[in-house]
């Protein structure tokens, strides 16, 4: 099978499954603006620990124009739980500070203007403009799209850049911004990283990794 046609199996069934399920786990915000700095945070950090967050972080800091003028030691204090949090906090501020000054207040809707901003990687803005906009200019590679783009054969490449270039040659453009929900989901519930659920797997009857990892 080539992989071309697995990947249009795996969009059919995953996608189908997957329908009513949220394009992100990340919850707790509103607007465009909060989003995005949710996902900046939740790099290495899972989205439950974020949404935690973010239920206070956004009451203390209300618009974009409050992040860029707060110490960022006051950011500091609000992220404290997550992964890397001095180093997120700065992204905060910058961010803002750049949002500000070169986009006019508001969040860019472009990859290469959204990655500009400090802390956004090509991952953030993908995931940003498939929530947003429901569409992406690429596909946002996380540790469930990676490790199943490989267990398929969708790709057998290690960096998240390049197995992005390995899937945006197999599914069309239309379909970029279903693929990381729907990887995600599967591999969040079914397609776990020590103990795959193969039997419970709506894909063991094509997959090259089905029973193999137990």
């Not at 961010?95 to 901003?117: H, Q, Y």
């Not at 498939?130 to 490989?150: L, P």
């Not at 990887?183 to 795959?196: E, M, Q, S, V, Y």
Request: charged share 30%.
């Amino acid at each position: 099978m080539t992989r071309r046609r697995r990947a249009k199996l795996v969009f059919k069934r995953l996608n189908k499954k997957y329908s009513k399920f949220p394009s992100t786990g990340l919850k707790n915000w509103k607007g465009s603006w909060q989003f995005l700095f949710c996902v900046i945070l939740s790099a290495q950090t899972t989205d439950e620990q974020i949404n935690k967050i973010a239920k206070h972080l956004f009451r203390k800091f209300k618009t974009i124009k409050a992040f860029a003028e707060a110490p960022t030691k006051d950011i500091e204090k609000q992220i404290k739980s997550a992964g890397f949090f001095r180093v997120k906090a700065r992204y905060l501020k910058k961010s803002a500070i750049g949002i500000l000054t070169n986009f006019k207040g508001k969040v860019p809707r472009g990859i290469e203007e959204l990655v500009e901003l400090p802390g956004v990687a090509r991952k953030t803005a993908n995931v940003y403009q498939q929530v947003i906009f429901n569409k992406s200019e690429g596909i946002a590679v996380d540790t469930h799209v990676a490790r199943m783009s490989r267990r398929l054969n969708l790709s057998r490449r290690k960096s998240a850049n390049h197995i992005e270039q390995d899937l945006m040659k197999i599914f069309p453009k239309s379909k970029y911004h279903r693929i990381n929900p729907i990887l995600f989901w599967h591999g969040r519930t079914i397609c776990l990283a020590r103990k795959p659920q193969c039997e419970k797997c709506n894909l063991n009857d094509f997959c090259p990794s089905a029973f193999t990892l137990n």
